[in-house]
């Protein structure tokens, strides 16, 4: 099974002895990119498929339904394993075992579910986090939910940045013990705290959004971090470029004068252009 082989591909990652960066992707386009590029797997983070499908900023609004066509329509396109941000599995435990089962489905090789508190509670302005106990019983339904064993779930906290290093290593330790295959933190602020958090825990980590000082890949290896995170500018790279060619557009430049065009070269091989001619020379008769 295509799907299985992606789910491997990233299991191997985690149980492999290096930390890895993954690519950001949230359309076709993106995955055939990150993946002729040579990137080990691709992260479709919550925040970039708001933007991609609603062009709405990371406040929950996007639905599963939405979430688990993308990540069908990239894993169609492509097959580079993707690593999903399932975000607080829409719902109660009940609606993560949905969650789960929609994006298996959809051809995720991992997802993540977190403990936040999504959507933000009425009049609080902060982050909060629902209770460790609430927050084990949805790592619970999510692999309970997993029909394909190599599908990988992790248990996603922001607890570092919210409430404290030691709540993180707590409710760390509870996903830890229901049986999720890693463990995804943000929030971690120091090396200080990602080696209590290391320590104190025996699972395959996942960090995102740290500072400079954990940038360095042998030591982020040497603290059991197999991937890192390095942010979603590939899609702000593009907004950019939309906006500059549509304001050069507007402003009468004209279309063979506009800058920062692809070759045709590259537009070609996203599109998989010779791959289409071949089949349509095969099976349409057409001339090559």
């Keep these: 099974m295509a ?31 990150a993946e002729d590029l040579g990137f080990p797997l691709g ?23 939405e979430l688990a066509e993308q990540m069908r329509r990239m894993s169609r396109a492509a097959s580079l394993p993707v690593l999903v941000d399932a975000d607080h599995g829409y719902g109660n435990a009940l609606n993560v075992r949905r969650t789960v089962e929609e994006l298996e489905t959809a051809g995720a090789a991992g997802l993540t579910i977190e403990d936040t508190l999504l959507p933000a509670a009425f009049g609080e302005a902060k982050a909060q986090l629902i209770s460790l106990e609430e927050g084990a019983g949805k790592m619970k339904a999510a692999l309970d939910a997993r029909g394909d064993s190599s599908l990988v779930i992790m248990g996603r906290t922001g607890a570092a940045s919210i409430t404290s290093i030691d709540d993180a290593i707590r409710r760390a330790r509870a996903y830890e013990a229901v049986g999720v295959d890693g463990l995804f933190f ?23 959004g740290a500072p400079d000082e954990l940038s360095a890949i042998d030591y982020l290896t040497g603290q059991r971090v197999r991937i890192a995170l390095q942010g979603h500018a590939p899609i702000a790279a593009a907004t950019q470029a939309i906006y500059d ?7 009468g430049t004209p279309p063979k004068a506009l800058k920062g065009l692809p070759p045709a070269e590259l537009s070609n091989r996203v599109m998989r252009e010779a791959e289409v001619k071949a089949r349509s020379a095969d099976l349409l008769g057409s001339k090559k």
């Design 3 to 33: 799907f299985r082989s992606r789910r491997e591909k990233l299991r191997s990652i985690l149980s492999g002895s290096a930390c890895v960066h993954p690519g950001s992707v949230y359309d076709a386009i993106s995955i055939r990119i």
């Design 43 to 65: 992260m479709f983070g919550g925040s970039v498929a708001s933007l991609a499908v609603l062009g709405d900023p990371d406040v929950t609004l996007i639905t599963l339904t």
């Design 186 to 208: 943000t929030g971690i602020k120091s090396r200080a705290e990602l080696e209590a958090v290391a320590a104190a825990t025996r699972l395959p980590i996942v960090l995102g």
């Design 245 to 251: 060619v549509q304001k050069a557009l507007r402003e």
